[in-house]
């Protein structure tokens, strides 16, 4: 929360973060599968209750945020979610569903099928962004297809995607290019890209037209969109 927080109080209006939902079905807000790697605790969430969860620090000092905290704590802030596991497809739903926030979500996952399922037991559309199966085949369809044609090989596999959410590079892959974000833009979706945290490559990226930029430096990224005029009230 301390990190929303400070993002917050940035100026930022979008949260990226992810889901894991405990043994007893509370929605968490945490990268890992496991507490080891970042928290004083062991285990898999999953596998654990929120009472358990909840005696854990993030490094030392800071408890595991929920779900709900976040959406209560910041009404007006819009959160991209990553749905981590199948556990979480239920929770987040509901989540949704319980805050009304369908108009200030973005549901992402590598997994198409487990993002279409969380899709599902919504009331309301939200937004939401490809697995990484749909956006594999933009990447390699796409500089060989016109746009006519990519949009009907592609119709069912974005029939329900308002983004494409990537790296600059997959492997040895170059993703994020002119004719990528060209095209994306011509069928009406946006591009965001992960995670960027030096600010040269921040510019070169909002030079390309990406709409989106996910980072750790949520400070630098404000100087830079400052510099370019384009943070609220730089003008």
Not at 7 to 15: P, Q, S
Not at 109 to 130: E, G, H, I, M, Y
Not at 190 to 211: F, K, Q, S
């Amino acid at each position: 929360m301390a990190a929303f927080r400070a993002a917050v109080e940035l100026g930022c209006r979008y949260l990226e973060t992810d889901v894991h939902t405990t043994s007893d079905g509370v929605l968490l807000l945490f990268h890992d599968d496991t507490l080891e790697r970042v928290t004083d605790g062991r285990g898999r969430i999953s596998e654990l209750t929120a009472a358990e969860v909840a005696a854990v620090r993030i490094g030392g000092l800071e408890p595991v945020p929920l779900f709900d905290e976040l959406m209560t704590s910041f009404p007006e802030v819009r959160v991209n979610l990553d749905v981590k596991d199948w556990t979480s497809v239920k929770s987040l739903a509901a989540g949704i569903e319980r805050h009304q926030a369908h108009h200030r979500v973005l549901v992402a996952s590598f997994s198409d099928r487990r993002r279409r399922a969380v899709l599902k037991l919504l009331s309301s559309p939200v937004a939401s962004s490809a697995g990484i199966m749909t956006n594999s085949l933009f990447v390699v369809l796409g500089p060989l297809l016109p746009a006519p044609w990519l949009r009907r090989v592609l119709r069912r596999a974005l029939r329900d995607v308002h983004a494409l959410q990537v790296p600059v590079r997959y492997g040895a892959v170059r993703v994020v290019t002119a004719g990528y974000v060209r095209r994306a833009h011509s069928l009406g979706l946006v591009v965001h890209v992960w995670t960027i945290n030096d600010p040269a490559e921040m510019r070169r990226l909002l030079e390309l037209g990406v709409d989106g930029i996910v980072t750790d430096r949520a400070d630098l990224l404000k100087q830079v969109m400052q510099e370019r005029g384009e943070w609220p009230g730089s003008r």
